[in-house]
C-alpha cells in the first residue's frame, strides 16, 4: 500500500494545476460562505430630502425638539445620501445609485405638535420584486429604529414637562408665572392651611381639593411610565435553551473550514478511485496486488490526510484573526479527523461508481455542494415538512455531523461531539460498503 | 512438452447469459496460443479469468493471477508516471526480489531505455502497448496473457512486438493472446483455440483448422476460420 500511497502522491505533484484547484477553489467558496454568513448587512444607501425649515421645533409640552434630530436618528441608521429636493431624490433612485428615499415633508413638525395628526414620509424605490422587498424590509427597519429614537426624545420632552408640573418651580415655558407650586407640594400646603381653618364647608371643600391634589401628584408621576410603555410597549429578551451561544464570526470559521475540508477530501477520494478505472489499471492492482479493500483504504486516508492537513491550517490560520478557544485544539483535531474519514469514505463510493474522473469530479461536487447549503438552512426558514425532508437528506450525508462535531469542538456548541463523532464512524462504515459494492467489477 | 497452465471446465455467467461453457484446454512453456472468434464469442473474458481479473462461475485455472503476466487490449498505465516509475511501481506490488534489476530488464527487453524517464502519456501507441506488455512480464511469469495486443498499433508497431513476443516465447514464456486478426493467428501462433458463443470449437494448430475447414493448408486461415464457424457453430449451439 506504501507504493501505491508514493505513487499517488507522485502523480498528485505531477497534477499542479488539479492541486491547486483542489486547494484555492474550496478556500475562495469557504472564505465567501463565511463571509456571507458572519458580515451583517450592510447599511442601505438611501437619498434623503429634509424640507423643514433649519432650526424646525416639535414643541411637547414646554419642550422643543429640533425635527433635524429625527433626521440624524435616520441617518444613522442608513448610508445617507443627501439631496436637496424630491426631484434630485427621484433621479438618484431612478439611477439607482440609492437604494430608496425618504422625504422629510415640511409639515412634519406641525403635523406631530398638533397632537391630533401623525407626521408621515415619503419612501421613493423601484427594483424588481427581489430588489423591492430587500428594499422595503431594509428601510422599514431603518425607519422603525430612527421612530424609536426619535419617540424617545419625545417622551423625555414629555417627562420633563411633567416633571415641572409635579416639582413646581419656573414654568415659564408652559406660559405659567415663575415659581409656580408643584402639584406634589399642593396637599402639605393645603394641610398647613387647613390647621387654622374651622370646621364647615369651607374646611370640607378644601380637604376634597388637597385629596384630589394628592391623588393627581400620585398618577402624574405614574404616567412617565405610561409614556416609556406606549413608546415601546414589547421589549425582546432572549433566552437560549440549550448549549452555549456561537458568535457568528466562530460559526463563520467552522462552516468555512467544514466546506474546504468536504470539497478536498470527496473531489480527491473520488478522483483517485475513478483514476485507477480511467487508466484502466484497476484490472492489474486487483488480480493479486492490492486486495479491493486495501485499495479504498489508500485512497481515502490519501484523500483525508490532505484535507485534514489544508483544514487544520486554516483553521490555525483563521484563528490568528478570530478568537479562538487554543485549549480546545485537541478536539478540533479529533472532529476533523472524523470528518475527514467520513468524507473520504463518500469520496471513494462515487469514485467507484461513477467510473471516470470526470464524473466522479462532476458528482462529487454536484452532491457536495448542495449539501452543504442544506445543512445550513435554519429549522424555521423553510417549511416544517419540508425542514424534515432536508434533516433526512443532510443525516445521510456527513457535511451536516461533520458540522456539528466541528462547530462543537470549536465553540462547544451543542449537540454533544459524541454524537456528531458516531454518527460520522457510521457513515464512514456505510459509505465504506458502497465503495466496495462499486469497486466489486474491475472493469 | 509439459502444461504450464491448464484450464479445466471452465464456465461464466452474467446473469442469464452464458459468456462461457466448458472451455479446457492447456498451454506448453514456449508455447504461442491464439484464442480466435468472432465479437462476442468469450476471448476477452477467457483471458480475464486466466489472468485473475474476475472469478470463473465454474471450473478452474491451474496457474494463480500472480503467475500470469497480463497485458489487457487497452494499456493499464498511469499516464503521469515516466515508463520506469510505472515499472518499478508495479515491480514493488509484485514483490519482485531486485525491483531495480527487473525495471533494467524490462526496459532493455522492450528497446525503451532511453526513454525511460519519458511520461507514458507522451508515448506512442506501439510504446505505450510495449510497456503495458512489459508490466506484465515484470515478475517474470511463467505464462503472458494478451488480450488484443497488436490492435491499436500501425503494421510496423505490430510487426516489433511480435518479434518481442516471439523473443519471450523462444525463452520458455507460454503466452495466451486473443486477436481478431486472424493472419497474425496463422503467422505467429502454435495452436489456436476457436471460440464462439462461448464455447471452445476448436483446439489445433492453425493447418488443422485449415484443413477441417476444407482448406489448403497453405491457405487463408481467416477464411477457413469463417467457413468452420459456419459449419460447426450451428450444430454446436444447438447441442
Same mark, same amino acid.
Given at each position: 500500500?506504501?507504493?501505491?500511497?508514493?505513487?499517488?502522491?507522485?502523480?498528485?505533484?505531477?497534477?499542479?494545476?488539479?492541486?491547486?484547484?483542489?486547494?484555492?477553489?474550496?478556500?475562495?467558496?469557504?472564505?465567501?460562505?463565511?463571509?456571507?454568513?458572519?458580515?451583517?448587512?450592510?447599511?442601505?444607501?438611501?437619498?434623503?430630502?429634509?424640507?423643514?425649515?433649519?432650526?424646525?421645533?416639535?414643541?411637547?409640552?414646554?419642550?422643543?425638539?429640533?425635527?433635524?434630530?429625527?433626521?440624524?436618528?435616520?441617518?444613522?441608521?442608513?448610508?445617507?445620501?443627501?439631496?436637496?429636493?424630491?426631484?434630485?431624490?427621484?433621479?438618484?433612485?431612478?439611477?439607482?445609485?440609492?437604494?430608496?428615499?425618504?422625504?422629510?415633508?415640511?409639515?412634519?413638525?406641525?403635523?406631530?405638535?398638533?397632537?391630533?395628526?401623525?407626521?408621515?414620509?415619503?419612501?421613493?424605490?423601484?427594483?424588481?420584486?427581489?430588489?423591492?422587498?430587500?428594499?422595503?424590509?431594509?428601510?422599514?427597519?431603518?425607519?422603525?429604529?430612527?421612530?424609536?429614537?426619535?419617540?424617545?426624545?419625545?417622551?423625555?420632552?414629555?417627562?420633563?414637562?411633567?416633571?415641572?408640573?409635579?416639582?413646581?418651580?419656573?414654568?415659564?415655558?408652559?406660559?405659567?408665572?415663575?415659581?409656580?407650586?408643584?402639584?406634589?407640594?399642593?396637599? &402639605?400646603? $393645603?394641610?398647613? @392651611?387647613? =390647621?387654622? /381653618?374651622?370646621?364647615?364647608?369651607? *374646611? #370640607?371643600? !378644601?380637604?376634597? +381639593? %388637597?385629596?384630589?391634589?394628592?391623588?393627581?401628584?400620585?398618577?402624574?408621576?405614574?404616567?412617565?411610565?405610561?409614556?416609556?410603555?406606549?413608546?415601546?410597549?414589547?421589549?425582546?429578551?432572549?433566552?437560549?435553551?440549550?448549549?452555549?451561544?456561537?458568535?457568528?464570526?466562530?460559526?463563520?470559521?467552522?462552516?468555512?473550514?467544514?466546506?474546504?475540508?468536504?470539497?478536498?477530501?470527496?473531489?480527491?477520494?473520488?478522483?483517485?478511485?475513478?483514476?485507477?478505472?480511467?487508466?484502466?489499471?484497476?484490472?492489474?492492482?486487483?488480480?493479486?496486488?492490492?486486495?479491493?479493500?486495501?485499495?479504498?483504504?489508500?485512497?481515502?486516508?490519501?484523500?483525508?490526510?490532505?484535507?485534514?492537513?489544508?483544514?487544520? &491550517?486554516? $483553521?490555525?490560520? @483563521?484563528? =490568528?484573526? /478570530?478568537?479562538?478557544?487554543?485549549? *480546545? #485544539?485537541? !478536539?478540533?483535531? +479529533? %472532529?476533523?479527523?472524523?470528518?475527514?474519514?467520513?468524507?473520504?469514505?463518500?469520496?471513494?463510493?462515487?469514485?467507484?461508481?461513477?467510473?471516470?474522473?470526470?464524473?466522479?469530479?462532476?458528482?462529487?461536487?454536484?452532491?457536495?455542494?448542495?449539501?452543504?447549503?442544506?445543512?445550513?438552512?435554519?429549522?424555521?426558514?423553510?417549511?416544517?415538512?419540508?425542514?424534515?425532508?432536508?434533516?433526512?437528506?443532510?443525516?445521510?450525508?456527513?457535511?451536516?455531523?461533520?458540522?456539528?462535531?466541528?462547530?462543537?469542538?470549536?465553540?462547544?456548541?451543542?449537540?454533544?461531539?459524541?454524537?456528531?463523532?458516531?454518527?460520522?464512524?457510521?457513515?464512514?462504515?456505510?459509505?465504506?460498503?458502497?465503495?466496495?459494492?462499486?469497486?466489486?467489477?474491475?472493469? | 512438452?509439459?502444461?504450464?497452465?491448464?484450464?479445466?471446465?471452465?464456465?461464466?455467467?452474467?446473469?442469464?447469459?452464458?459468456?462461457?461453457?466448458?472451455?479446457?484446454?492447456?498451454?506448453?512453456?514456449?508455447?504461442?496460443?491464439?484464442?480466435?472468434?468472432?465479437?462476442?464469442?468469450?476471448?476477452?473474458?477467457?483471458?480475464?479469468?486466466?489472468?485473475?481479473?474476475?472469478?470463473?462461475?465454474?471450473?478452474?485455472?491451474?496457474?494463480?493471477?500472480?503467475?500470469?503476466?497480463?497485458?489487457?487490449?487497452?494499456?493499464?498505465?498511469?499516464?503521469?508516471?515516466?515508463?520506469?516509475?510505472?515499472?518499478?511501481?508495479?515491480?514493488?506490488?509484485?514483490?519482485?526480489?531486485?525491483?531495480?534489476?527487473?525495471?533494467?530488464?524490462?526496459?532493455?527487453?522492450?528497446?525503451?531505455?532511453?526513454?525511460?524517464?519519458?511520461?507514458?502519456?507522451?508515448?506512442?501507441?506501439?510504446?505505450?502497448?510495449?510497456?503495458?506488455?512489459?508490466?506484465?512480464?515484470?515478475?517474470?511469469?511463467?505464462?503472458?496473457?494478451?488480450?488484443?495486443?497488436?490492435?491499436?498499433?500501425?503494421?510496423?508497431?505490430?510487426?516489433?512486438?511480435?518479434?518481442?513476443?516471439?523473443?519471450?516465447?523462444?525463452?520458455?514464456?507460454?503466452?495466451?493472446?486473443?486477436?481478431?486478426?486472424?493472419?497474425?493467428?496463422?503467422?505467429?501462433?502454435?495452436?489456436?483455440?476457436?471460440?464462439?458463443?462461448?464455447?471452445?470449437?476448436?483446439?489445433?494448430?492453425?493447418?488443422?483448422?485449415?484443413?477441417?475447414?476444407?482448406?489448403?493448408?497453405?491457405?487463408?486461415?481467416?477464411?477457413?476460420?469463417?467457413?468452420?464457424?459456419?459449419?460447426?457453430?450451428?450444430?454446436?449451439?444447438?447441442?
Amino acid at each position: 500500500m506504501i507504493w501505491l500511497l508514493r505513487k499517488d502522491l507522485l502523480i498528485l505533484r505531477r497534477s499542479r494545476l488539479l492541486v491547486a484547484l483542489l486547494v484555492f477553489y474550496p478556500i475562495a467558496i469557504a472564505l465567501l460562505i463565511g463571509f456571507a454568513i458572519s458580515r451583517s448587512p450592510s447599511r442601505p444607501r438611501v437619498a434623503i430630502v429634509d424640507e423643514t425649515p433649519a432650526g424646525e421645533t416639535i414643541q411637547v409640552g414646554g419642550q422643543r425638539v429640533e425635527v433635524s434630530q429625527y433626521a440624524r436618528q435616520l441617518f444613522s441608521q442608513v448610508q445617507s445620501v443627501g439631496v436637496s429636493s424630491r426631484a434630485q431624490a427621484v433621479e438618484e433612485v431612478k439611477s439607482a445609485d440609492v437604494l430608496a428615499a425618504v422625504v422629510i415633508p415640511a409639515d412634519i413638525a406641525a403635523r406631530i405638535s398638533s397632537g391630533t395628526a401623525q407626521g408621515q414620509l415619503e419612501v421613493i424605490y423601484n427594483g424588481d420584486a427581489l430588489e423591492q422587498s430587500l428594499v422595503q424590509s431594509q428601510i422599514g427597519s431603518a425607519l422603525a429604529q430612527a421612530n424609536l429614537g426619535f419617540s424617545e426624545q419625545l417622551q423625555r420632552a414629555a417627562a420633563k414637562a411633567i416633571d415641572g408640573l409635579l416639582r413646581g418651580g419656573n414654568l415659564g415655558s408652559l406660559g405659567a408665572p415663575s415659581d409656580l407650586i408643584g402639584l406634589e407640594q399642593i396637599p &402639605a400646603v $393645603l394641610q398647613r @392651611v387647613l =390647621a387654622h /381653618v374651622p370646621a364647615g364647608s369651607d *374646611r #370640607a371643600a !378644601l380637604e376634597r +381639593v %388637597a385629596s384630589f391634589a394628592d391623588f393627581a401628584a400620585q398618577n402624574l408621576s405614574v404616567s412617565k411610565k405610561v409614556l416609556s410603555t406606549v413608546g415601546q410597549p414589547i421589549r425582546v429578551h432572549s433566552t437560549l435553551l440549550h448549549g452555549r451561544r456561537t458568535p457568528l464570526n466562530t460559526f463563520a470559521v467552522v462552516v468555512a473550514v467544514s466546506v474546504s475540508l468536504m470539497f478536498v477530501c470527496v473531489l480527491l477520494a473520488a478522483g483517485g478511485v475513478a483514476l485507477e478505472r480511467e487508466e484502466r489499471a484497476l484490472g492489474r492492482l486487483i488480480r493479486g496486488l492490492v486486495s479491493r479493500e486495501a485499495l479504498l483504504v489508500e485512497k481515502g486516508m490519501l484523500a483525508a490526510g490532505c484535507s485534514f492537513v489544508l483544514a487544520l &491550517a486554516m $483553521l490555525a490560520g @483563521v484563528g =490568528a484573526f /478570530v478568537s479562538l478557544d487554543w485549549s *480546545r #485544539a485537541g !478536539l478540533w483535531v +479529533v %472532529a476533523l479527523a472524523f470528518g475527514a474519514l467520513s468524507f473520504g469514505a463518500l469520496g471513494v463510493a462515487i469514485g467507484a461508481l461513477a467510473r471516470e474522473v470526470r464524473a466522479a469530479s462532476l458528482l462529487a461536487f454536484l452532491m457536495s455542494l448542495p449539501l452543504a447549503f442544506l445543512a445550513l438552512v435554519p429549522s424555521g426558514s423553510v417549511s416544517h415538512g419540508f425542514y424534515e425532508v432536508i434533516g433526512a437528506v443532510s443525516f445521510l450525508f456527513p457535511f451536516k455531523a461533520a458540522l456539528q462535531a466541528l462547530d462543537a469542538a470549536v465553540n462547544g456548541a451543542a449537540p454533544s461531539i459524541g454524537g456528531s463523532l458516531a454518527h460520522l464512524a457510521g457513515l464512514c462504515v456505510i459509505f465504506g460498503a458502497l465503495a466496495r459494492f462499486g469497486l466489486r467489477r474491475a472493469d | 512438452m509439459s502444461a504450464v497452465l491448464s484450464v479445466s471446465s471452465l464456465g461464466k455467467r452474467y446473469g442469464d447469459l452464458q459468456a462461457l461453457a466448458d472451455v479446457g484446454f492447456e498451454v506448453c512453456a514456449g508455447e504461442l496460443v491464439a484464442v480466435v472468434g468472432p465479437n462476442g464469442a468469450g476471448k476477452t473474458t477467457l483471458l480475464s479469468i486466466v489472468a485473475g481479473i474476475q472469478p470463473p462461475s465454474s471450473g478452474s485455472v491451474s496457474r494463480s493471477p500472480r503467475e500470469v503476466g497480463w497485458a489487457p487490449q487497452q494499456p493499464a498505465l498511469y499516464s503521469k508516471l515516466s515508463v520506469a516509475e510505472n515499472l518499478e511501481l508495479f515491480a514493488h506490488l509484485e514483490k519482485v526480489s531486485d525491483p531495480r534489476a527487473a525495471v533494467a530488464r524490462m526496459l532493455d527487453q522492450t528497446g525503451l531505455t532511453a526513454r525511460a524517464g519519458e511520461a507514458v502519456g507522451r508515448l506512442s501507441g506501439g510504446n505505450r502497448q510495449r510497456v503495458n506488455v512489459a508490466l506484465g512480464l515484470i515478475a517474470d511469469p511463467p505464462v503472458l496473457a494478451l488480450d488484443e495486443p497488436t490492435a491499436s498499433l500501425d503494421p510496423g508497431q505490430r510487426e516489433r512486438l511480435w518479434q518481442f513476443i516471439a523473443s519471450l516465447a523462444r525463452a520458455g514464456t507460454a503466452v495466451l493472446f486473443s486477436t481478431h486478426n486472424v493472419s497474425e493467428a496463422q503467422r505467429h501462433a502454435d495452436r489456436v483455440l476457436v471460440l464462439a458463443d462461448g464455447r471452445l470449437l476448436f483446439d489445433g494448430p492453425p493447418r488443422s483448422l485449415l484443413l477441417e475447414a476444407g482448406e489448403d493448408e497453405r491457405g487463408d486461415l481467416e477464411r477457413a476460420l469463417v467457413r468452420f464457424l459456419a459449419m460447426r457453430a450451428p450444430q454446436d449451439v444447438s447441442a
